[in-house]
């Protein structure tokens, strides 16, 4: 148990839904994470928020919004996907962003028809 | 660009044997580099950092060598198990946080 949870662990939507995905970590940690994992890529950072700021965001698609309420919860909030955004996506969190081991959640496999 | 490669997709290894995995990395200068494991269906577990400055790192049967010079880190498993069959991330690090490559599967066979 890595101490980062993820909900919902599996999520199939339609090009015109709206739903958001959830991670939760209670580790005291101040920066978190969310990754897209695709067949054959590399895990593409899509955003970092260090103490509940937003640092950086790696030109991903404004149908992607990302939300951190708190130093313990983070959201990612998707609308209007496409078929290419099927992909496996994981939250990460860290004590700080750099020098640290990031621990990873599950992840959502997430499947857009 | 920035690019990182890990050596072959697969890899497969006879139990008992060590294992080595490559990262390369080109257009870079990471401050420290990390190694991920990760399963089918899993996030990816942390195994070991190694700072610019250091040449090796130990940690049980695993052992990690960076080389800045050949921009090149080298992950060795040693008496390799069935157990360690999975996916290994090299992930390079800066301020900004990890840079991940594709990794490579590494398949131990009995």
């Known amino acids: 148990e890595t101490g980062v949870t993820q909900t919902p662990r599996h999520l199939v939507m339609g090009m015109t839904n709206k739903k958001s995905l959830k991670c939760e970590q209670h580790?005291?940690?101040?920066?978190m994470y969310w990754y897209k994992q695709s067949a054959k890529k590399p895990l593409e950072l899509m955003f970092v928020?260090?103490?509940?700021?937003?640092?950086e965001n790696n030109s991903v698609p404004s149908r992607f919004s990302p939300e951190c309420p708190n130093s313990s919860h983070l959201f990612l909030h998707l609308h209007t996907l496409q078929p290419e955004d099927s992909a496996l996506y994981l939250c990460?969190?860290?004590?700080?962003?750099?020098?640290?081991?990031?621990?990873f959640g599950p992840g959502t496999r997430l499947t857009v028809l | 660009s920035q690019k990182i490669e890990q050596n072959s997709e697969a890899l497969n290894i006879q139990e008992g044997k060590t294992a080595t995995l490559t990262c390369n990395y080109t257009?870079?200068?990471?401050?420290?580099l990390q190694w991920y494991r990760q399963d089918p269906g899993r996030g990816p577990v942390f195994l070991l950092l190694?700072?610019?400055?250091?040449k090796e790192k130990r940690k049980e049967r695993l052992k990690v060598t960076f080389d800045t010079t050949l921009k090149q880190s080298l992950f060795h498993i040693t008496a390799s198990q069935p157990a360690d069959s999975a996916t290994y991330l090299c992930?390079?690090?800066?301020?900004?946080?990890?840079?991940f490559g594709k990794g490579t599967h590494l398949i131990i066979q009995p």
């Open positions: 928020y260090s103490l509940e700021e937003r640092v």
């Open positions: 990460a969190s860290s004590q700080w962003r750099s020098y640290n081991e990031q621990f």
């Open positions: 190694i700072r610019e400055n250091e």
């Open positions: 257009n870079y200068s990471p401050a420290y």
């Open positions: 580790l005291g940690h101040n920066a």
């Open positions: 992930a390079l690090g800066s301020t900004d946080g990890l840079t």
